[in-house]
């Protein structure tokens, strides 16, 4: 289970990674940046933590699936970079009043990494009851309903606002830092 576990951290560590410039590398597909970071919000950097957890699902589903926790362990997963992300970013910014990017980039990995071993403790658990786990099902279907909807919807908060554009959602977006524009020829 380790070895899936440190597998796991690894994939969704290099699937985020890329999720955050999917969304300029595709010449700013809507339907990717329903999954990818669109603007620079903290937001956005979530979903870059969330996206590949999802995606995952995938995968551990076929391992872990029959594990009667299975459904609380992903809840848990994708419960912990929506508090680890803001808790470390929030706290650093009130004492620098700068972004790091140093630490913007360590508090991403360190989220997947204690979601990835909360998942893996939570599967080690006992058993819970039949109940539980049809909750904990419904509460990462209500999760990912919630995550579409704020992407398309965000609330008018300061984890959903652009620090660069201060906007919200696909409207935020700038190319001021897109590398992937052609620029024009002057």
């Keep these: 289970m380790l070895v899936n576990t440190i597998v796991s951290i690894i994939v969704i560590s290099l699937v985020g ?16 940046g329903l999954f990818t970071a ?17 995606l995952w699902s995938l995968v551990d589903g076929i391992y872990y699936g029959q594990n009667p926790n299975y459904f609380l362990a992903k809840l848990v997963s994708l419960i912990i970079p929506v508090i ?6 929030y706290s650093y910014r009130a ?36 109940w539980a786990q049809y909750l904990a099902c419904l ?18 908060t300061f984890i959903f606002l652009d620090p660069i554009t201060n906007r919200y959602g696909f409207k935020a977006h700038s190319d001021k830092f897109n590398p992937f524009k052609k620029r024009k020829k002057k």
């Design 139 to 156: 509460g990462v279907f209500i999760f990912f309903g919630a995550y579409l909807l704020l992407t398309l919807l965000p609330l008018r």
């Design 95 to 130: 004492f620098s009043k700068k972004s790091l990017l140093f630490i913007d980039i360590t508090m991403f990995y360190v989220a997947i990494t204690l979601s990835q071993l909360a998942m893996m403790w939570v599967l080690l658990l006992s058993p819970i009851p039949f």
């Design 17 to 32: 990674t890329l999720a955050h410039f999917l969304y300029d590398i595709t010449r700013h597909n809507q339907i990717i």
């Design 84 to 89: 680890v992300i803001p808790a470390i970013f």
């Design 38 to 54: 669109v603007n620079e919000s903290t937001w956005e950097h979530i979903k870059i933590a969330l996206t590949p957890t999802l």
